[in-house]
Each structure stands twice: as structure tokens, then as C-alpha cells.
């Protein structure tokens, strides 16, 4: 039903991040020959951590031909370890081998900049994508036919954008979220989660010299240390040169900042004593951190929106949805976003403002209930981790004591070891979901 008249529609999309790269190539790849990419950044701008490639992420990258080159520097994860932190006592243990039998691929974790890298290497073979770098998008409006905004280059003359479709992967500070909402009449908040992260890398050569944590640098498993409102959850990345920590402890430095403070410089002996109650070897780790070199994050949720359409504006990814990070799903749900909204737009039948609208929702209705069903799942997730004495976490003890006594085939509470739960996850295909229900939903649509 696809026009081949809509492959010249001008497209434009706000952001570089994994949401906008995987974006501008999926549509490429379905043949649109005017793809604007717009970023306030000079470059890429990737955090420097680790990230897990799940086998619903890796299934788009194949797809879109560039998951081989960021899969050669992955570290594959075949079994995970979840222990007591104070002790370092195994609560539970998950074999997570069955997953590349099971889902075509394993899971793997990776370094940010390879997955930011290998998304924008293939953007860069497409001559029907353009960049422009350090520039900022700001005066979104999608209440006419055709969305406009201004694009003001760093250091030159704002100029207008007017496009057919605009998409807006603009992370979680989302500007386009702010302007949707205030056209709709809408409110939805970002919401605290109480929760801030450190990030920590260490290089193999920092930790040669202890055997205890060599064994963990070289192991294929992902540890996660667990305590009363706090965790870290460990793994090597870059071919098990570098051995990448994300720690969860209670937000203390940014309650009191502005919403829009999101990072800030750590200190050494406050993240220390965070975890002062920790076991010897996640101290050893923590140590190794330089001083000066401490980065804290604020974790930030949103409550869900009405709706991420707006007449030919759609939303992707943090912008939308973001999430907490123990399901270690926000940058696979923004790219799996991304490649439903390639799709639909690949399918959409003319080029009228009313079907491109159209085919946008469809994109929604596959893509909302999903994204934020995997929202709610990594605060679930958190509270059961985090519980400190008392009812509940007997409860999850014995849940724990049921998966060791069953060899790791038990319901776990860190859902996203879970076999079930990623079954929901890794099992669903949402671009296959878009290219075969693409013609029922759109008729379904008034
Ligand atoms: C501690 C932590 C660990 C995580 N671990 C994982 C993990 O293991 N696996 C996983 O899948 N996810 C993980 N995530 C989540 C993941 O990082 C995000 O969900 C993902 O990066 C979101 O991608 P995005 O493209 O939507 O937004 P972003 O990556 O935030 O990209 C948005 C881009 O838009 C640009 N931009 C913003 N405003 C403008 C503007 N006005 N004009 C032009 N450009 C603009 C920004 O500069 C940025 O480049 C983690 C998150 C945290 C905090």
C-alpha cells in the first residue's frame, strides 16, 4: 500500500542519540532520500560507560547491517551473579548462555561509544542523511501541516526548518516534550525517582595485580551486588579491557538542584562511604577510582504521557519513556522506537499531513504500552532489590533460596535476569509487529 512518492518526503529529527541515529538509518535503508539530522553537540558526545546490548537491540542493529562491527568489541554475558553486598555471599545465580539459542542472538554488553559509533558509521554511508552538529533545535511547532522549529548553529544566525516530518529524539531534557504538551494542554512531570547512579570504568592494567578482581574482568557474567537502597552492577566491556561499574545509591546531591541538573562531579569519600558497608572487593574497586574523577547521574523517570504524536511530530525514545536503568533497557526501547517509526513511515500509503499522522500513531500503538510496561518493570525491579529489613525482603530471600535450590530455573527477583521476563522482552520483534499489523492498524485508525 506504500507510495513511492512518500520516499521524498523531508524528514528531519532532533538528536544524535541511539533513538536519533538508529531513526535517520532506518529510514534510509527504507529509501527516503531527505533525512536532516539536527544535535546540539560538536560531536557524538557519548558517556564514557558501558551499556548491554540485548538480543531485541541486536536484532534491529543486524538488521540495519551495523551490528557486526559494534558486536566485535562486545564481551558476550553467559551467566549472571546476583550477591549480597555487604558479604559478597551468591543469592542467585542465572545462566543467561540459553539466550542466543533461544533469540538468535546472545546478550552482550559493550561500550557506549562502539554501539554510538557503529550506528553512525552506517548513518555515514547513507548520502540521503545530513548532520549538523552543534545545533540546537529550540521553537518546535507541529500545529500546522508542516512541523517548523530554528535551528541555531553554535556561533552563526538562527535559521527556520520547516520538514514533513519531524522526530524528536531529544533524550530526556526534551524540549519538543515541553512544546508538545503545553500545544496539547497537557500536563506530565518528570518525575524523582530518589535515585542517582555512579559510572565507573576501570582499566584492566588498574586491577591486574589483584587476582580477585582479575577473575571478575575475565569472567563472561554480569555481577550485581545488592544492600538496602543501594547496588552496582558490574561487567568487562571492549574485549574485557575495561571493567565497567553503575552503581544506584539513594539521590542525595542533586535533591535540592534544579530539574535540569542531571550530572555532577562526584566525591571520592562520599561515594566511599555510600557503600562503606560493602564487601572488601567492591571497595578495592571503588578505591581505584581516581580522585577528581567521580561522576555521579541523576536518575530522572517521566510519569507517561498522553500521547507522543502531535499532527506530524512524533517522539522517541528518553524523550518519551525514560527509564530507570535496572532493566538495562532505555537505549534498546528508544531504538526499538526508532525502527518501528522507519517502517511505518516506510509504509505510510500518500503524503498527506492526515496519513503521516496516521501512520505515527500506529508507531504509538505499537510501541507505548511496551516502553512503558519495561518503565514500571525497572522501578519494580529497583524496589525489590533495594529492600532493606523486614517482610518483604524475607520474601524475596526465599525467592532467592527457591532459584539457587532450583539451579537458577525459578522465578528471580532481579526481573531482568528473569527467563519470563525476558521472554517478553527479547522474544518480541516490534519492527516484524510493525511491517505485518501496519495495514490493520492504519485502517483502524479514524
Ligand atoms: C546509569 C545508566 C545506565 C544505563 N544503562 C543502559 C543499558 O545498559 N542498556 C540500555 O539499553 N540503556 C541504558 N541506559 C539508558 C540509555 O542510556 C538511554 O535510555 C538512551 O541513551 C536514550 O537514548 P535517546 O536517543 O532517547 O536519548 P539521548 O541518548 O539522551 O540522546 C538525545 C540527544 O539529543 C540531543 N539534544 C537534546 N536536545 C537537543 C536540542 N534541543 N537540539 C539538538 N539536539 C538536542 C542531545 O545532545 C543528545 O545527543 C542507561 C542509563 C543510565 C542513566
Request: aromatic share 6%; with cysteine.
Amino acid at each position: 500500500m506504500a507510495s513511492q512518492n512518500n520516499k521524498s518526503l523531508k524528514i528531519c529529527v532532533i538528536g544524535a542519540g541511539m533513538g536519533g541515529l538508529t531513526a535517520a538509518l532506518g529510514l534510509a535503508k527504507e529509501g527516503f532520500s531527505d533525512i536532516q539530522v539536527f544535535e546540539a553537540a560538536s560531536d557524538l558526545g557519548f558517556v564514557g560507560a558501558g551499556i548491554q546490548l540485548a538480543p531485541n537491540m541486536s536484532r534491529i542493529l543486524d538488521r540495519l547491517d551495523v551490528w557486526k562491527d559494534i558486536e566485535r568489541e562486545a564481551v558476550i554475558l553467559r551467566e549472571t551473579s546476583i550477591r549480597e553486598g555487604a558479604t559478597d555471599k551468591e543469592l542467585g545465580h542465572v545462566d543467561l548462555a540459553y539466550i542466543e539459542e533461544t533469540y538468535h542472538y546472545p546478550h552482550m554488553v559493550g561500550h557506549r561509544h562502539s554501539l554510538a559509533n557503529g550506528l553512525y558509521n552506517g548513518c555515514k554511508k547513507q548520502k540521503s542523511i545530513t548532520f549538523h552538529f552543534s545545533t540546537r533545535v529550540e521553537n518546535v511547532d507541529s500545529t500546522t501541516a508542516k512541523p517548523t522549529f530554528t535551528a541555531t548553529p553554535r556561533g552563526k544566525d538562527p535559521y527556520a526548518v520547516e520538514c514533513d516530518v519531524l522526530l524528536a529524539a531529544d533524550g530526556i531534557k526534551s524540549l519538543a516534550r515541553i512544546e508538545v504538551l503545553k500545544q496539547l494542554g497537557a500536563e506530565a512531570e518528570v518525575t524523582d525517582s530518589k535515585q542517582a547512579a555512579y559510572r565507573i570504568m576501570l582499566d584492566r592494567s588498574q586491577i591486574e595485580s589483584d587476582p580477585e578482581l582479575l577473575a571478575l574482568i575475565d569472567t563472561e557474567g554480569v555481577t550485581r551486588w545488592i544492600g538496602e537502597k543501594r547496588h552496582i552492577i558490574a561487567y568487562p566491556i571492549s574485549n574485557k579491557t575495561i571493567y565497567n561499574l553503575s552503581t544506584t545509591q539513594p539521590d542525595i546531591n542533586f535533591a535540592a538542584a534544579p530539574s535540569e541538573t542531571y550530572t555532577t562531579k562526584g566525591s571520592k569519600k562520599v561515594m566511599l562511604e555510600v557503600f562503606s558497608d560493602f564487601c572488601p572487593k567492591v571497595l578495592r574497586m571503588l578505591n581505584l577510582v581516581p580522585e577528581g574523577e567521580v561522576c555521579e547521574w541523576k536518575l530522572r523517570v517521566h510519569s507517561p504521557l498522553p500521547t507522543w504524536i502531535h499532527g506530524s511530530l512524533a517522539l522517541i525514545g528518553d524523550a518519551c519513556h525514560p527509564t530507570l536503568p535496572h532493566m538495562a533497557q532505555g537505549a534498546a526501547q528508544a531504538i526499538e522506537d526508532a525502527a518501528v517509526v522507519a517502517v511505518v513511515l516506510g509504509l505510510v500509503p500518500d503524503t498527506s499531513p492526515e496519513s503521516i499522522n496516521k501512520a505515527l500513531r500506529v508507531y504509538e500503538k505499537i510501541r507505548k504500552e511496551r516502553a512503558e510496561m519495561l518503565v514500571e518493570l525497572a522501578a519494580a525491579s529497583a524496589r525489590q532489590l533495594h529492600l532493606g529489613s523486614g517482610k518483604a525482603k524475607e520474601e524475596r530471600d526465599r525467592q532467592f533460596a527457591e532459584l539457587r535450590a532450583k539451579g537458577g530455573k525459578a522465578s528471580v527477583p532481579d526481573k531482568w535476569a528473569d527467563a519470563d521476563v525476558q521472554k517478553t522482552v527479547y522474544g518480541v520483534d516490534c519492527v516484524k509487529i510493525a511491517r505485518e499489523e501496519f495495514d490493520e492498524i492504519f485502517k483502524s485508525l479514524d
